[in-house]
C-alpha cells in the first residue's frame, strides 16, 4: 500500500523557519511529482509548490510563496522536503503532501494528485 507521511509541523514566530517532511511507503518518490498543500480554517485549500519527477526537479511555487518556500528531493532517504522561511501568521495552516505519477513536470491543480498525507499543522504566532 502506498502512503505519504508528512512530519515537521510545529508552532513558530514570525519569521521564523520550518521544514516540512514528506516520507513515502510502499513507493519511490523518484518516481512520483510532489506538490505540497496547506488549508487554513474557513480558507480555501491552497497549493504552495511543487517538484516534477525527472532528473531536473523542476519547481513551481505561487507568488504567495516565492521566494520563502523551497522544495527539494533526497533520493537516498526518499523523501521530499519543504523549506518555509519568513514564516508568517497567513502561513498558518495544515500543510499536505501530495504525490502523482501522472503529472508531467509541475502542477499546482489538486485534482491532478492521487495521494494524500494526513497533513501536518504549521502555526505562526507570537
Known sequence: QVQFVESGGASVQPGGSLRLSCAASGATMDYYAIGWFRQAPGKEREGVGCISS???GSTYYPDAVKGR???S???AKNRV???MNSLNPEDTAVYYCVASERVIGT???SSRYDFWGQGTQVTVSS
Request: proline content about 0%; overall charge neutral.
Open 69 to 71: 518556500f523551497a522544495i
Open 107 to 109: 502542477s499546482m491543480f
Open 54 to 56: 525527472n532528473e531536473q
Open 73 to 75: 528531493r533526497d533520493r
Open 81 to 83: 522536503y519543504l523549506q
